[in-house]
């Protein structure tokens, strides 16, 4: 094996466990209760600690797969209120339905949501789902609130037969699928839901507006000032930044979010930062290929040949090519 290859391989085992400890100190109820306190109405300004009771069992950590027809599985008999959570026994040698973790080692190849959780509300009646997605970078080859939409009405779809069935239409869950994407230039956060427009006489139709909810978070790789608006974004950092001291997290995780930093949160936080180290040079990398990107389409707007672009840009006609053709298609001219 040579050498490019070997680096290519180490890059891409790094990367997955990157992203594997990512999702598990996201999925820390001590932090969903953080999140959900930050994007869900219903527990704005609570206590986080108050807010973790609300969090029904263990969260699903990358076994849920997102395709249709998989999430979970039409024709069987819908699962109690208490047992929505997976596939179980009814007693009579049927299965109920819930969110298919089974046989995850026969679709290796699926997409499968990063972190998903029902969350119990303060009524103790109805219930919600949270899906929580982790993104080292704002994806390049696709539009990062499209693949939100995607997985959102698939939260609501694949509730059908599990959550609600026939035509129960009143029974279907509000939904949330909040996305995490580091490496941002600024610390933003937007929610995006349905609105209704009045296009004539005003009406009151009837339903829930509120089903469907998007929350994207854009996270910087720098630590943002202890502000009340920036909470959110100083936790994720302080579990995700590779700019950051194990010392300096476990100091923020404790004394400013009052999280238990028990032995295995401690692990995966140190993992995380020596993961951090090696990803940070690919990182640069990356970065000195996405300038090459914009300066060879660029040229390419302005009218240059293929041939003089590549001969400015130091590399071959073919690479030229591939980058045209990947800004061609998801650049707007």
């Known amino acids: 094996m040579n050498t490019e290859i070997k680096n290519a391989v180490a890059a ?14 996201l999925a820390q109820k001590d932090v969903l209760a953080h999140i959900l306190v930050k994007t869900v109405n219903e527990f704005k300004d609570m206590n986080p600690k108050d807010v973790v009771q609300y969090i029904e069992g263990e969260p699903y950590i990358s076994v849920v797969p997102v395709e249709p027809g998989l999430t979970n599985s039409a024709g069987m008999v819908s699962a109690e209120q208490g047992d929505s959570n997976s596939y179980k026994a009814d007693g009579k040698g049927k299965r109920i339905v819930g969110l298919n973790t089974e046989n995850s080692e026969i679709n290796e190849g699926l997409i499968r949501f990063d972190i998903i959780f029902y969350v119990r509300m303060k009524d103790g009646l109805s ?5 929580v997605e982790a993104q080292k970078d704002s994806p390049d080859e696709y539009k990062i609130l499209n693949r939100a939409v995607f997985y959102v009405s698939r939260l609501v779809s694949s509730q059908k037969e599990r959550n609600f069935t026939n035509t129960n239409y009143d029974d279907i869950m509000q939904v949330f699928s909040i996305w995490i994407c580091m490496n941002m230039d600024y610390n933003i956060m937007s929610h995006i839901h349905l609105a209704k427009d009045e296009l004539l006489e005003p009406y009151d139709w009837e339903g829930n507006i509120d089903l469907l909810n998007i929350v994207l978070i854009g996270i910087t790789n720098e630590l943002p000032k202890h502000d009340k608006r920036y909470e959110l974004h100083r936790l994720i950092t302080a579990l995700l930044s590779d700019k950051l001291e194990t010392s300096q997290k476990y100091d923020i995780l404790e004394n400013e979010y009052d999280i238990l930093l ?34 060879i389409w660029n040229m390419y707007k302005k009218g240059y040949t293929l041939d003089e672009i590549a001969e400015i840009a130091e590399t071959s006609v073919d690479e030229v090519e591939k980058v045209i053709k990947k800004k061609e298609k998801y650049t707007l001219v």
């Not at 993992?271 to 300038?291: F, H, P, S, W």
């Open 127 to 131: 219930k919600i789902i949270i899906n």
């Open 262 to 295: 028990n032995d295995d949160l401690r692990k995966d936080v140190n993992v995380m930062c020596n993961l951090g180290q090696g990803i940070e040079d690919r990182a640069t990398e990356r970065a000195t290929e996405k300038t090459n990107e914009k300066f």
């Open 12 to 25: 891409t085992d790094d990367k997955a466990q990157y992203d594997e400890y990512a999702k598990r100190l």
